[in-house]
């Protein structure tokens, strides 16, 4: 359960503060609602207290967490998906939407090295830069640093 004030992220939206919970009659039942406020573009989101799980609302991650996702940035022994550029697209934007930490920074990574082998198409540009926003807003305050720390740590593990 979260409380009034806490920080969640929503899959694909990124991070949300719990702007207050509250009640509403659907079908003439009383359901528990949380209202999100997305911290990127102030968008507010409801969602049943009883859907968290299936929706992929989560806690921000912990120390150890952002460790698993350094070392899942710094891994270069991986196949990169040769498929035409539409095909990747769909298939990354699944990883995204998934909302795991781990699976953004695959993509993250992916696209990364993709890159150097070839010209990366507009969405996939797109989405590289999505998916390291998602992951330096979120260890930014996992870690309770600056955003531009993150991303020059990030930046560090890409450049060796």
Not at 34 to 56: A, E, F, K, R, W
Not at 77 to 103: A, L
Not at 122 to 128: N, P, V
Request: positive net charge; charged residues 30%.
């Amino acid at each position: 359960m979260f409380k009034v004030g806490d920080s969640a992220v929503y899959p694909a939206h990124g991070l949300a503060v719990i702007k207050r919970i509250e009640e509403k009659d659907v079908g003439g039942k009383k359901k528990k609602f949380y209202v999100l406020q997305v911290v990127d573009n102030q968008m507010t989101i409801m969602v049943p207290t009883d859907n968290v799980g299936s929706v992929g609302l989560r806690e921000i991650i912990s120390n150890q967490d952002v460790t698993t996702v350094y070392d899942i940035l710094r891994e270069r022994n991986v196949k990169i998906d040769q498929t035409t550029w539409n095909r990747r697209y769909r298939e990354y934007m699944e990883k995204i939407k998934t909302g795991s930490i781990f699976e953004i920074a695959e993509v993250l990574r992916n696209l990364f090295l993709l890159r150097h082998s070839k010209d990366l198409s507009f969405g996939e540009r797109k989405m590289l830069d999505q998916a390291k926003h998602l992951l330096v807003k979120e260890i930014s305050l996992a870690k309770k640093a600056k955003e531009e720390v993150i991303e020059q740590e990030i930046q560090t593990i890409f450049a060796s």
